[in-house]
């Protein structure tokens, strides 16, 4: 994964708000390899009870000329996906507010619909940066329970992740009662501690629960703080949004960006 915080928070934003677990029986105390086939279990069942799902989030990124507030959007549908991300309506050069940027896996490629770039398949490289990754496929059974520790009101297992290839988790702390995610850290930019922290757990449909609130940091200094402002599921989504054909790219162009920027300078 290349060393950019934005994309990095992005997939992890991506990834939680996808990543679903139906509770499991209390007093689990099984090694982790039987936890993670219980997790992956559960998943197989929400995937099969959700045709779709579409998530509205505010994501709040904090910054030393102040805070930025911006908007995603997720669709997924069976193996599609979609993102459309919503840049701030300040704190950022003028024309360039309010503009957004589409992602889309149509079940094959990768597409990026972007008023900067146009629009174009991403290559193998690129679209690792928007992939939507469920967290139990970073950590594998290969990971170890070193304790427990109790993060807000939740009892939790911390695992620590022994992986051969470069993941963005080295350590998760998962709820005991539902197997949750509900806390992580992993290598960032230079040497630096991302920190992911899961919140305001609300149930949504036949016992799922999703994080509303998700807190990035990176040595301790707030980063990102993301926000579900609405969801909806089995709405039954057209395929036409996961088409990249039918999506047009609207706004200025990269060269007529520059150009205005230019002639505010």
Same mark, same amino acid.
């Given at each position: ?13 991506? $990834?939680?708000?996808?990543?679903? %677990? ?6 689990? *105390? ?9 997790? &992956?279990?559960? !998943?197989?069942? @929400?995937?099969?009870? %959700? &045709?779709? #799902? ?7 990124? =904090? ?5 930025? *507030? ?15 991300? =919503? ?15 589409? #992602? ?5 490629? =990768? ?5 900067? =770039?146009?629009?174009?398949? +991403? ?6 940066? !928007?992939?939507? %990754? ?13 304790? *427990? ?8 297992? $911390? %695992?620590? $992740? ?6 963005? @988790? *080295? ?9 949750? +995610? ?18 305001? @757990?609300? &149930? ?7 994080? !509303? ?10 980063? !990102?703080?993301? @926000? ?12 036409? +949004? ?6 047009? $790219? ?9 150009? &205005? ?5």
């Amino acid at each position: 994964m290349a060393e950019r915080i934005n994309n990095g928070g992005v997939i992890v934003l991506v $990834v939680a708000l996808v990543s679903l %677990v139906l509770r499991v029986n209390e007093g689990q *105390t099984a090694p982790w390899s039987n936890i993670l086939k219980e997790i &992956k279990a559960k !998943y197989v069942k @929400f995937e099969k009870e %959700v &045709k779709d #799902i579409t998530i509205l989030q505010e994501i709040k990124a =904090t910054a030393p000329q102040g805070e930025a *507030t911006s908007e995603m959007k997720i669709l997924k549908k069976g193996k599609k996906f979609r993102m459309e991300i =919503t840049l701030p309506t300040s704190g950022i050069p003028a024309g360039m507010a309010g503009m957004k940027t589409i #992602i889309i896996f149509d079940g094959k490629d =990768t597409w990026m619909i972007s008023p900067f =770039t146009g629009k174009k398949k +991403l290559s193998e490289e690129e679209e690792k940066e !928007y992939q939507k %990754v469920d967290w139990w496929d970073w950590v594998s059974e290969k990971a170890k329970i070193v304790g *427990t520790e109790k993060v807000g009101e939740r009892e939790c297992y $911390v %695992v620590e $992740v022994e992986e051969e290839k470069r993941v963005p @988790f *080295t350590k998760v702390w998962v709820d005991k009662k539902g197997l949750l +995610l509900v806390k992580a850290e992993g290598g960032g930019p230079v040497k630096k501690k991302m920190g992911y922290l899961f919140s305001d @757990f609300r &149930k949504i449909e036949n016992g799922w629960e999703l994080p !509303y609130r998700i807190d990035i940091s990176i040595d301790g200094s707030p980063l !990102y703080a993301s @926000f579900v402002k609405s969801l909806e599921i089995n709405s039954g989504l057209s395929d036409d +949004l996961f088409d990249p054909d039918k999506v047009e $790219v609207k706004g200025s162009n990269m060269q007529e960006m520059i150009k &205005k920027m230019m002639r505010q300078k």
